[in-house]
C-alpha cells in the first residue's frame, strides 16, 4: 500500500487547512486510516483516525474540538480538517493505515505511511 498526503502549507493562527491522503496498491481490504506529526526535536505523535466504516474516529486530545477526520465513500481516500490551527500545530503531518478492522491507531504500530507534508503555523 502506498500512501500520498498533501494540503500542507504556511497560514496564519487561527487559520485552516485541509489535508488529503490516497492510498493505491494493494488497498483490498478492512484498515483503518489516520493521521500523525512530528514536530522538530519531538517524536511522532498520534493526531487521528477513522475506522474502515467510518464510523468511529479518535483524536489527540490536543486536536480535539478543532481537527475533523474523514473518509471517502470510495474507502481509499482520507482527509484531515484542520480549523483554528496553532503554532504548537506545525510539524510534518504524516498519513498512516493499518490493517484490520480496529477503531484507533492511537498507541498501536502502524503497517504503512506516506511521506508526510509539512504545515507551518505563523503567530
Known amino acids: 500500500v502506498q500512501l500520498q498526503a498533501s494540503g500542507g502549507g504556511l497560514v496564519q493562527a487561527g487559520g485552516s487547512l485541509r489535508l488529503s491522503c490516497v492510498a493505491s496498491?494493494?488497498?483490498?481490504?478492512?484498515?483503518?486510516m489516520g493521521w500523525f506529526r512530528q514536530a522538530p526535536g519531538k517524536e511522532r505523535e498520534f493526531v487521528a483516525s477513522?475506522?474502515?466504516?467510518?464510523?468511529?474516529?479518535s483524536y489527540a486530545d490536543s486536536v480535539k474540538g478543532r481537527f475533523t477526520i474523514s473518509r471517502e465513500g470510495t474507502k481509499n481516500m482520507v482527509y484531515l480538517q484542520m480549523n483554528s490551527l496553532k503554532p504548537e500545530d506545525t510539524a510534518v503531518y504524516y498519513c498512516?493505515?493499518?490493517?484490520?478492522?480496529?477503531?484507533?491507531?492511537?498507541?498501536?504500530?502502524?503497517?504503512?505511511w506516506g511521506q508526510g507534508t509539512q504545515v507551518t503555523v505563523s503567530s
Open positions: 496498491g494493494r488497498t483490498f481490504g478492512v484498515y483503518v
Open positions: 477513522i475506522s474502515w466504516s467510518g464510523d468511529a474516529t
Open positions: 498512516a493505515a493499518k490493517r484490520g478492522g480496529i477503531s484507533t491507531m492511537a498507541g498501536v504500530p502502524v503497517d504503512y
